[in-house]
Nanobody, 114 residues
Framework: VQLVESGGGLVQPGGSLRLSCAASGFTFPDYDMSWYRQSPGKERELVARIYVGGFRSYKEHASGRFVISRDNTENTVYLQMNSLKPEDTAEYYC?????????WGQGTQVTVSS
């Protein structure tokens, strides 16, 4: 299993970023996919999840601003982040759980600052 995130960077408050996670090594359409984030000194927290059937769920801090999507033909999951705030600054990780085992990407850094 391999998860490779990209798309992070420095953005001003109010700006947007689109994160991508390219997945391989498993049957991508058969699994729920998630985005997590972790800020220095804080625990890793769930941002959003997209289920096999396409249903999406968001944590409160992401609801209304972020959109998770997936392309099962490209084995990729996306996180469109809009109206970014300084408190969104974190390392963002792609995640999949397969038969009880958790797999993570290497992360992509998002910094929201003026």
């Amino acid at each position: 299993v391999q998860l490779v995130e990209s798309g992070g960077g420095l953005v001003q408050p109010g700006g947007s970023l689109r994160l991508s996670c390219a997945a391989s090594g498993f049957t991508f359409p058969d699994y729920d996919m998630s985005w997590y984030r972790q800020s220095p000194g804080k625990e890793r927290e769930l941002v959003a999840r997209i289920y096999v059937g396409g249903f999406r769920s968001y944590k409160e801090h992401a609801s209304g601003r972020f959109v998770i999507s997936r392309d099962n033909t490209e084995n990729t999951v996306y996180l469109q982040m809009n109206s970014l705030k300084p408190e969104d600054t974190a390392e963002y990780y792609c995640h999949v759980q397969i038969w009880g085992a958790n797999y993570w990407g290497q992360g992509t850094q998002v910094t929201v600052s003026s």
